[in-house]
């Protein structure tokens, strides 16, 4: 079913969907026959939800994939990742909330470190601290060549976004980086005569930058790979008629939330019960609510069990403050697994619990991975969830007579 | 999968399927934590049949997605309905079991009444009594426009099928109807090249059915939307070998079983037992019978649980009719799900039972929604059952070596 096929049959209504994800949410248990850390939250009003909620297990990208952060939430989101993929560099900027232009070409940037002779010694140069990182960024900012800008944007360390705004200037571009050291960094190469230019201004590019940073140690040389433009995607606006707003603090999550044309919403601080005060002051102005929450995962990927046990009894505190709202749909997920375990993301089916007036409930009181297994919803793509969503929230209408 | 590859498939072989429809089977429960009909229904057959199946919840378009008659038979009988879609005007001249011609181009049409001034006052024309329609409807037949035939048939009330049958028509077209009042009907307008001759017959009708009609009242004026012909269907006894039966009472269920060549039984009567009576005097006629129960649904759209539940009783115990006749294979579904509750058809999935000798049954006894959710067939598409039951029926062959 194709989101064309869904935006025919959208019709108006007054409803509000709301749409709570706990990133990297789905678990494993730290030893055979155990729990995993959903399982071992206590989390009285998450069951009791679920009690009245359909459950199951959403699947981002397609069996035994391991989701990156913007796939999983695509498909959260209700896109098919595969089809609507954005490159690495055009999630770079995104994450550091760059306005990408259509027609602008975003890598992802790190300073290395070049020997005499021009061989990489350091693909990350020492990591650097992100203050260097910054200043070394004031430099390339200089960089200009013929009609060609160049935006370059700090993020963490030795990394930066890279951001080309010209005409005529392709992504299909090959990538400077070899990944590997005691090689020198590869020129660029236009992979169709559309990139061409492109690959010509990057090359340039490098070659200035490089310059620009002789004197610099350890940071003394750039390597860029990732080269995408945006891609094209409906937005919510237009595909589901739905006024959605976006509650998260990190870069990459507003960044993917505005490209599909999300309003961003200014949380008032870092923590979690900051982004349920912000759900709480923007209730009335908007149909679609999505609140998204970092620390799960982040807890996930350092193999911290009771730290991510911790954050899901955390937000399930702050959950009757979502249900005190009375949203006719409330979905919560994840956008892929974190099992502490693994200290990764994971290709495991995200829990996933659906909850309106017209649901037909499961009756089964707890939200745990093996409970939902058992739900209604069944083994499903997560694209899946949001057709589901508008459809318990009234706003599809009959197909065909 | 698509019906090609599984037709490569086929081999022929003595066995009998029966396929049970009680139509908007699925539903809800009246208050949280409720039994839906289905659960309600004291149904020992059905329950005990269940125990030796494999049960599932079938989706009969997509997630979400609530169908339409047409789309929800569909895809109980194995065709994609968003790849193979009826349009409304075919729909509505197979309800009347119009034989329309490939080349035949179909409509919906009402009568309405308009003011001196040609504006729209109501566009049901008072829902005037089908006597009085039927009345009108020989005046329409009387006219003809160069080489181009007009076939008018009667629905109901103010509603009639339009049928124009002629060379070179084209069914891209605009609609009348501009579905409110106040206004003036639009004139048709073709959307590609092959449609032009057809909007200026159907323009020309128009002009003329106004003028035949513009001494009645409150009927003096004709709306026609949904200008469609029928889509390509390959055959049941194409696709799968199979002669096939049809057992309906209601027109639009007829005409769809006989687009896909099934044969149409006549039914001595209109009550549930009469189809059973009917099933039981074509057994040895056929290898496929399709046996459609209106009454759940008709019970469900008016809200009327109790009747609801009524009619799944009845058919309960009708139940032992058929199996009496030791069919191979037995399903039991609805085409989508009609809840009390909501009055309407649903996106809800449908419950479904398949039951053969060479079944995986799940031993679940009983048959609802959610003791569905439990079975091995877990959440699929609707369309993907008749592959199955061909399969228990030993009518597929292994695929590669």
Known sequence: MDLEFLHKLIIPAQTKIA?????GLGGLPQEPGGKTELETANAPNLDALAAQSALGLTIPVGPGITPGSGPGHLAIFGYDPIEYAIGRGALEALGVEFELGPEDVAARGNFCSLDVDGLITDRR???I?????EALVQRLRTIHIEDVEFFIEPVKE?????????PGLGDALTETDPLKTGVPAQPVYALNPDSERAACMVNTFIEQANSLLADQQPANGVLLRGFARLPKLPTYPYLFG??????AVNGMYRGVARLLGMEVLEVGGKSIPDEFACLENHWQDY???YLHVKQTDTAGEKGDFSGKVQVIEEVDGLLPRLLRLQPDVVIVSGDH???AALKAHSWHPVPTLLYSRFVRADGIGEFGERACARGSLGVLPAKDIIPI???NAGRITKYGA
């Open 287 to 289: 149909d679609f609510f």
């Open 129 to 133: 601290p992100t203050e260097v990182g």
């Open 389 to 391: 969503a508008l459809a």
């Open 158 to 166: 030795h990394r930066f976004a890279f951001i080309m705004r010209g």
């Open 125 to 127: 140069a020492g990591r």
């Open 337 to 339: 697994s974190s099992p």
């Open 242 to 247: 739905l006024r959605a707003a976006a509650i």
């Open 19 to 23: 749409m709570l994800i706990m990133d």
